[in-house]
């Protein structure tokens, strides 16, 4: 396994979780491998918080062997668009904006305790499919997961997650 961050202290603490994976500080819009290095790339909770997420998906797919796979997770675009009008399970979801153009994030979010600070973009679905598109990848599988049941019923006031996709996971290959 070979992992790549731009952020020093991620790298860090995934080396000291994972020991034996290769870790290395690059720009995801310009990876330090050959062509076709890869059968594959995954890009986990990432190309959301890459400004050049084409130039990303670019380099992912140069990157890939011929028959390889590109398999991504990124924040729901939908979710990203708007905010849920109240913390209760049948709270209204409210899109302010546009949901249709890319444009920088930052929310701070509150969970079990823990409260951290994202910040990254939002590109609606056709961004990601367009940037696919332009490598000549096509989307092999395609979902939106809600929250699991158990743990909306752990956490009653996540449930509103039942009704809307918190993430977006699809694969791409040649």
């Known amino acids: 396994m070979t992992a790549v961050d731009a952020a020093p202290t991620l790298l860090a603490a995934a080396a000291a979780a994972q020991t034996d994976g290769r870790y290395l500080l ?8 050959e062509d076709a290095s890869f059968d594959l790339v995954v890009a986990y909770n990432s190309l959301m918080d890459v400004q050049d997420m084409p130039g990303a998906v670019r380099e992912a797919a140069r990157v890939l ?3 390889g796979h590109l398999c991504v997770c990124v924040t729901h675009p939908l979710a ?3 905010r849920f009008a109240e913390r209760r399970g049948d709270a209204a979801f409210v899109i302010e904006g546009s949901y249709l153009e890319s444009r920088r994030f930052e929310g701070r979010f509150e969970h079990d305790g823990l409260e951290m600070t994202f910040r990254g973009w ?3 679905l ?6 696919l598109e332009a490598v000549d990848l096509r989307i092999e599988a395609l979902r939106e997961p809600p929250l699991p049941a158990e743990q909306a019923e752990r956490h009653p006031d996540e ?3 039942r009704r809307l996709p918190m993430f977006l996971m699809f694969r791409g290959t040649r």
């Open 159 to 161: 449930s509103r997650w």
């Open 26 to 33: 690059a720009d995801a819009a310009d990876l330090p491998f």
């Open 65 to 67: 062997q011929p028959d």
């Open 122 to 124: 939002t590109y609606p």
């Open 126 to 131: 056709e961004d990601y499919s367009r940037a």
């Open 80 to 82: 990203d668009a708007g």
